[in-house]
C-alpha cells in the first residue's frame, strides 16, 4: 500500500519509527510533515474535562495531567489557554455582593510573591491585594518590584472598591509612591496586619506547581503564566463565595 503525504499529497514519504501505540509512523521527503498509518482520533469525554480542569487547580504540572488522564500535552496546552481566556479578569468580586455601600472603609491587605517566568533570572513578582474580612482577592498584578507595578496594582482594583480600601502592607517604598496616604498603613509583621495575605501567598504556593521554588512545572512565557494565576485566584475567590452563600 502506497501511503502518501496527508499535508502535500506527496507519495515521496519514507518510514520514521513508531509511535507510542506501535503504529508505523512516516515522514514527507517533500514537505517534512509527519504522520501515521491509519490516524484515529479519540474523544475525550465531558466528564474527563471536568476532572482535568480541576486537577489544573492543583499541584499537578501538565505532563503530570497528561499521565494520569492519558491525553496528549498538544491537547492538554489547548485547553488550557482556552480555558484560561475565559476566566473573568475581574476574579467574580463585585463590592455590590460583599459589602453594604455605607461602609465607610473596607480594610484590605497587599503583599508580593517572588516567581519566574523562562529562568531564575528572569523574576517576576506576583502582588495581591485581598480583602480582610471575607479573604477574597480584589486583584493582583505581575511584573516587577516597582512603583510602577505598585500603581498598576492599584489601578487593577474597582473603581467602586478602589474608594473604600484602606491597605495594610510591608514597609516597601513602591507601595507608599503608589497608594494613597489617607489609605494606606505601612507596618512589620509584628503587627500582625498582613498575616492574612501572607497566608494566601503560602496556600498559592502549596497549589500551583509553577510558583514552588525548586519545580520544573515553571511558565515559559509570561502570558500563561498571568493566565495561570488568574484562573486561580478566579476559582479560590469561587470556593469562598460557595461557602460564605
Not at 491509519?38 to 499537578?60: C, D, F, H, Q, W
Not at 503560602?202 to 520544573?216: E, K, M, N, P, S
Request: net charge positive.
Amino acid at each position: 500500500m502506497i501511503y502518501c503525504c496527508v499535508k502535500c499529497g506527496s507519495v515521496n514519504v519514507k518510514k520514521n519509527g513508531h509511535a507510542k501505540n506501535d503504529k508505523q509512523q512516516y515522514h514527507c521527503n517533500d514537505c517534512g510533515a509527519g504522520f501515521v498509518e491509519m490516524p484515529t482520533k479519540s474523544k475525550i469525554s465531558a466528564e474527563t474535562v471536568g476532572l482535568i480542569e480541576k486537577a489544573l487547580l492543583e499541584r499537578n504540572s501538565l505532563r503530570a495531567i497528561c499521565r494520569i488522564f492519558s491525553v496528549s500535552i498538544t491537547w492538554l496546552l489547548g485547553f488550557a489557554v482556552d480555558l484560561y481566556a475565559r476566566t473573568p479578569k475581574h476574579l467574580g468580586v463585585e463590592l455590590s455582593r460583599q459589602c453594604d455601600y455605607d461602609v465607610a472603609l473596607i480594610e484590605s491587605e497587599a503583599d508580593e510573591m517572588w516567581s519566574f517566568v523562562g529562568s531564575k533570572k528572569n523574576t517576576k513578582w506576583i502582588w495581591i491585594i485581598i480583602e480582610r474580612a471575607s479573604g477574597l482577592v480584589i486583584a493582583f498584578h505581575i511584573g516587577r518590584r516597582t512603583k510602577r507595578d505598585a500603581k498598576k496594582l492599584w489601578l487593577k482594583i474597582p473603581l467602586e472598591y478602589r474608594r473604600k480600601l484602606f491597605v495594610y502592607t510591608d514597609f516597601l517604598k513602591s507601595y507608599q509612591a503608589a497608594l494613597p496616604a489617607k489609605q494606606h498603613n505601612a507596618s512589620g509583621k509584628e503587627a500582625g496586619r498582613t498575616n492574612h495575605i501572607e497566608r494566601l501567598n503560602c496556600t498559592i504556593r502549596q497549589r500551583v506547581a509553577r510558583l514552588v521554588r525548586d519545580t520544573l512545572s515553571f511558565s515559559k512565557k509570561l502570558a500563561n503564566h498571568i493566565a495561570a494565576v488568574g484562573f486561580f485566584l478566579f476559582n479560590y475567590n469561587r470556593e469562598i463565595l460557595k461557602r460564605t452563600a
